[in-house]
């Protein structure tokens, strides 16, 4: 399994942005895909996730009512926007995906594949 994220950049602090990740390869049918994100010096967390069959969401509470996580089955890509967006939000943003898929996990170790991340930075 190979995860490609894109969309990150630069914006001011009350913007927008969407991040995607596209997944290829072969998958189960009930894998979760999620989004991390670890800013300099700081341990990576848990944003987002999202269970790819039924579409169960789980979010960070510092992200929840602002950012929101969908999938395109057919692509095979979950989408992360994130709206009113703050300097604090600025990090590395990395997708994961558990093939196991048995509960939405928000711990690193539980997701087996990993993308390159893709950089967010919020201006104040």
């Known amino acids: 399994v190979q995860l490609q994220a894109s969309g990150g950049g630069l914006v001011q602090a009350g913007g927008s942005l969407r991040l995607s990740c596209a997944a290829s390869g072969r998958t189960s049918s009930s894998y979760v895909m999620g989004w991390f994100r670890q800013a300099l010096g700081q341990e990576r967390e848990f944003v987002a996730a999202i269970r790819w069959t039924g579409g169960s969401t789980s979010y960070a509470d510092s992200v929840k009512g602002r950012f929101t996580i969908s999938r395109d089955n057919a692509k095979k890509t979950v989408y992360l926007q994130m709206n009113s967006l703050n300097t604090e939000d600025t990090a590395v943003y990395l997708c994961?995906?558990?093939?196991?898929?048995?509960?939405?996990?928000?711990?690193?170790?539980?997701?087996?594949?990993w993308g390159q991340g893709t950089q967010v930075t919020v201006s104040s």
């Open positions: 994961a995906l558990d093939l196991q898929g048995r509960v939405i996990g928000t711990s690193p170790p539980r997701y087996e594949y």
